[in-house]
């Protein structure tokens, strides 16, 4: 058999407006930018890709299934300024071929640097997925896919099933990232690891007429799938959904190439679509995932240099989460709020100084003029939203 596992990232952070030493507001986020680019993805991407999702299903008769990992600021967004993505994604939903997985709500690091931060956002943002579509999450992936075994052993004293990140050349060895895998000494979740290839095929390469396999059509992928009968179970797929009609504009080709895609795939009768859950259910378990140190789906490290590689980055994290007593000593929900929002890890990534291929695509995302830019603005908005804390601590006392 080769399963087809698509698993979506939809992720909006809450963007910084521009904040000065001397700027005194208590208001840090530029809430035109983000209605702007909220209403921009929900109309080239998230509402065109949706409704092609459902005609695939209803199509297929229930065999096209997929997964899709919602932020907490992605809902949260999404429910003041495109509420119609909701009601589409609710629709998904009711159909009972999409799973919902479970992540930070903030998409923070917290894991990194507080447990307790990092077990309470899993648990509002799960609790968001079941207020929205009524369904429980037991597939967990971390923000990034950033894991090493000690997540894999957190994660499952919090009662997932499954958990999900990337297959990193260097540790899977001659092994392919087709098969599931258990980490050591955690004998109740399995992990799922995507493949890097065949996904940034898709989410990088698709519209690349340098790329030496352009154009790729809906038959060639298909082909590349069939490959992996007889070596492994699962092709899982894993990518940010603006990749559907935003990072690979409509007019490449994107939503015809998902069109015609299952078609091809289910051509082939050993092959078929599933979500993580039904790979949990349907394949043994075929070896071991070791992972001493952390790694991710970010650059070609696949480390978390894209987000602690340099000093501004390490000092802003170290600063933000040293906050966590006093904000919560303080007693005031939007102060704690904020904090959260500035946990997100698309703040760290725009202040990486990566060179060459790496840097181009951090320099592609970043909405500042500079890494150094988006560290002041960053430091500017945490002195300020220190200064809030302790004085309400002190008034406390």
């Known amino acids: 058999m080769a399963s087809v596992c698509f698993y979506f990232q939809v992720h909006q952070p809450y963007r910084l407006r521009r904040y000065s030493v001397f700027d005194t507001g208590t208001n840090y986020f530029d809430e035109a930018r983000n209605a702007e680019v909220c209403h921009k993805v929900a109309r080239k991407a998230y509402l065109p890709a949706n409704r092609l999702l459902l005609e695939l299903i209803n199509k297929h008769a229930g065999k096209v299934r997929l997964a899709f990992s919602l932020t907490g600021t992605a809902i949260g967004q999404l429910e003041k300024h495109s509420p119609e993505v909701i009601d589409s994604f609710r629709e998904l ?5 999409v799973e919902f997985l479970a992540e930070t709500y903030y998409h923070s690091l917290s894991f990194l640097y507080s447990r307790r931060e990092f077990a309470e956002q899993v648990r509002m943002q799960q609790e968001a997925i079941e207020g929205l579509f009524n369904c429980k999450a037991t597939v967990f992936r971390n923000t990034e896919l950033i894991y090493n075994n000690d997540v894999a052993h957190y994660v499952e004293s919090m009662g997932f099933r499954g958990i999900i990140t990337e297959g990193v050349d260097r540790i899977l060895g001659y092994r392919s990232p087709s098969y599931l895998y258990k980490p050591p000494n955690a004998p109740r979740i399995v992990v799922l690891l995507k493949n890097y290839r065949l996904s940034d095929d898709i989410a990088f390469r698709f519209s690349n007429r340098g790329w030496n396999e352009y154009p790729l059509t809906a038959e060639k992928f298909a082909r590349w799938v069939d490959q992996v009968n007889g070596n492994g179970y699962t092709v899982n797929l894993f990518m ?14 994107i939503f015809e190439f998902l069109a015609e895609l299952p078609d091809l795939i289910l051509a082939n009768p050993d092959n078929d679509f599933m979500t993580p859950s039904d790979l949990l259910q349907a394949y043994p378990v075929s070896g071991e995932y070791d992972v001493p140190h952390m790694i991710s789906w970010a650059d070609s490290e696949r480390d978390l240099s894209a987000w602690l590689g340099n000093a501004m980055q390490s000092n802003a994290l170290h600063e933000l989460y040293r906050m966590e007593g006093e904000v919560r000593n303080c007693g005031d929900p939007k102060i704690l709020q904020d904090w959260r929002k500035l946990q997100t890890s698309d703040h760290f990534y725009y202040m990486c100084t990566k060179y060459l291929a790496d840097g181009a695509v951090h320099e592609h995302f970043n909405p500042y003029e500079s890494p150094y830019d988006s560290y002041i603005n960053f ?8 200064s809030r804390a302790t004085g309400r601590s002190g008034r406390g006392r």
Request: hydrophobic content about 30%; charged content about 20%.
């Open 93 to 97: 939903a009711r159909t009972g071929c």
């Open 240 to 253: 940010d959904y603006e990749t559907l009609g935003e990072h690979q504009w409509a007019q490449s080709g």
């Open 379 to 386: 430091m500017n908005v945490l002195d300020n939203l220190r």
